[in-house]
């Protein structure tokens, strides 16, 4: 089984920046797809941002693009969401999920993924 940690959430200021960190204890992480995923009190969890296999393609939810920022390094087996210009709609518990898979489609349904961290809270007040 694929596991992962996610860390680097906290509580911030609107306008300011956290950097979220995904670190899997996986050798064929290098073969899996990620995304990021959040969930705010009382509502569905929803998709963020994915990235590929490789690097090479990724995709944003409209309201975090130019915003956000997903990238992965394969030699560490880590992912990262960098969150720049925050608001306070950006609060929720934000989720790492894993798949297998060496193509370039989005997978943007919670449901597609079998793999999962136990999330990380990031609060944005005012």
């Known amino acids: 089984q694929v596991q992962l940690v996610e860390s680097g959430g906290g509580l911030v200021q609107a306008g300011g920046s956290l950097r979220l960190s995904c670190a899997a204890s996986?050798?064929?992480?290098?073969?899996?797809?990620m995304g990021w995923f959040r969930q705010a009190p009382g509502k569905e969890r929803e998709f963020v941002a994915t990235i590929s296999w490789n690097g090479g393609g990724a995709d944003y939810r409209d309201s975090v693009k130019g915003r956000f920022t997903i990238s992965r390094d394969n030699a560490k087996n880590t992912v990262y969401l960098q969150m720049n210009s925050l608001k306070p709609e950006d609060t929720a518990v934000y989720y790492c999920?894993?798949?297998?898979?060496?193509?370039?489609?989005?997978?943007?349904?919670?449901?597609?993924?079998?793999?999962w961290g136990q999330g990380t809270q990031v609060t944005v007040s005012l």
């Open positions: 996986e050798r064929t992480f290098g073969n899996h797809a």
């Open positions: 999920a894993a798949r297998y898979y060496r193509g370039y489609l989005s997978y943007r349904e919670p449901s597609e993924y079998p793999y």
